[in-house]
């Protein structure tokens, strides 16, 4: 295989080395294009663009293949817990003993926030939307935590890492309990850190949440699941925004931005509108999915389709499986479950769907299982964000050691050319204006 692609312009010939990833992917470095050619690619979405190289985890969306540092995520449907997988993302192996031990013992004790934060939720409307939330309270932390700000040693990235994957939880609990009105339930120590979330999220004053092991097996899967997805929107804004040399905990405030949209983080909020709006009796699943094929409509059938997957985004099919065992379990028989299961199937027999490469991804169940665990709607991609947390963290990382450069992508001009200003007096219809 060739190292260099040719270009010509112009009946001129230029070259531009290809290099070749560790899964045999490969890219056409154009580091130099304008400055040999004068001209800029043009790629709206980036679909085809590599931003950057990345050793943190590896799709193959024809093939349905997610690993994390080279592990496939299958593996992890049994066995280790969220904190562990967080630490191979970040710090790109498996935690030692001693290495799990000493971050979990950080995390504790660092579950707390300071106070004066509590000030802070006062101040939000009880409908305040729980995602413009987590993000002010990303900005917010840093107030709180100075001493984390520069980054400049791994020991104080360690301290940074781990206050905000434990912070984060007390911080979406907050919201959650404010929300209602109901008095905040502070971190138990004792507590592993998905059942501490449940405790700060569902517990009561004298009343501790009874906790399920199927349940908090159910919750780190969905963490860990979520972990992780390369280059997606709100990674790659992390990324971006951290190429500034912007700290730690802004970049994150603008990752939570950009997962809140329909169309990332927030579809698993979509895909239950969906399957609601299906099971009140608004659109039968055909007519869903006759809809969703209507190129005059602007609705898309949610939790399904993906940018990088053109097969069964692997997540979904460990999260139905998960979905089947823990309803099984709690003995819940949620009709939206039943929507979704035949509205998968209509749509894996309909040739628009099959022939784009269209299927379930990770949206398409979580929030069924969410559900299932008690967690309102409203916060749903909030828990995608916390476990998208570590994913986030590795790659702002990646990028702040690699001393990346600023993202300043180019463009091409399509405006008005040169054009002289005009006094008020001179534009048309001025005087017809003034009548
Ligand atoms: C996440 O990037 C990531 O890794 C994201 C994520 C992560 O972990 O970070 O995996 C999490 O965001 C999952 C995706 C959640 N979003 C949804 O479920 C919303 C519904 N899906 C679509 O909006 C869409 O599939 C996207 C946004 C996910 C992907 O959009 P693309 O890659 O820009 O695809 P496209 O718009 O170019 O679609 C290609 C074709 C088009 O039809 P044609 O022009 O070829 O005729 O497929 C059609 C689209 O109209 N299409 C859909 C569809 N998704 C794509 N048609 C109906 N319903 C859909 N859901």
Sequence with gaps: MTDRATLIIDGKEYHFPIITGSEGERGIDITRLRAQTGCVTLDPGLGNTGACTSEVTYIDGENGILRYRGIPIEQFAKGPNFIEVAWLLIFGKLPTPDEYEGFSWRLTNSAHLHEGMRHVYQAFPPNAPPMAALSAMFNVLSCYHPDIMGLEDDEVFSEAAARLISKVRTIAAYIYRFQLGLPVMYPDPDLSYCANLLHMMFSWPGKSYPIDDEV????????????????????????????????????????????????????????????????????????????????????????????????????????????????????????????????????????????????????????????????????????????????????????????????????????????????????????????
């Excluded at 299906?278 to 949610?302: N, T, W």
């Excluded at 269209?358 to 559900?371: A, E, K």
């Design 216 to 435: 908090i097996e159910a919750l780190n899967l969905i963490f860990i699941l979520h972990a992780d997805h390369e280059q997606n929107c709100s990674t790659s804004t992390v990324r971006v925004v951290g190429s500034s040399q912007a700290n730690l905990f802004t970049s994150l405030a603008a990752g939570v931005s950009a997962l809140w949209g329909p169309l990332h983080g927030g579809a698993n909020v979509a895909v239950m509108d969906m399957l609601e709006g299906i099971r009140v009796g608004g659109l039968s699943i055909e007519q869903c999915v006759e809809k969703a094929k209507d190129k005059s409509d602007p609705f898309r059938l949610m939790g399904f389709g993906h940018r990088v997957y053109k097969n069964y985004d692997p997540r979904a099919k460990v999260l139905r499986n998960v979905c089947n065992r823990l309803l099984a379990k709690l003995k819940i028989s949620d009709p939206l479950l039943d929507i979704a299961r035949k509205l998968e199937d209509v749509a894996l027999e309909d040739s628009y769907f099959v022939d784009r490469g269209l299927y379930p991804n990770v949206d398409f169940y979580s929030g069924i299982i969410m559900r299932a665990l008690g967690i309102p709607t409203n916060m749903f991609t909030v828990m995608f964000a916390i476990g998208r947390l570590p994913g986030w963290i590795a790659h702002w990382r990646e990028q702040h050691l690699r001393k990346g450069r600023i993202f300043r992508p180019r463009q091409v001009y399509t405006g008005p050319r040169e054009t002289p200003y005009e006094a008020p007096a001179e534009r048309s219809g001025f005087h017809e204006a003034l009548g």
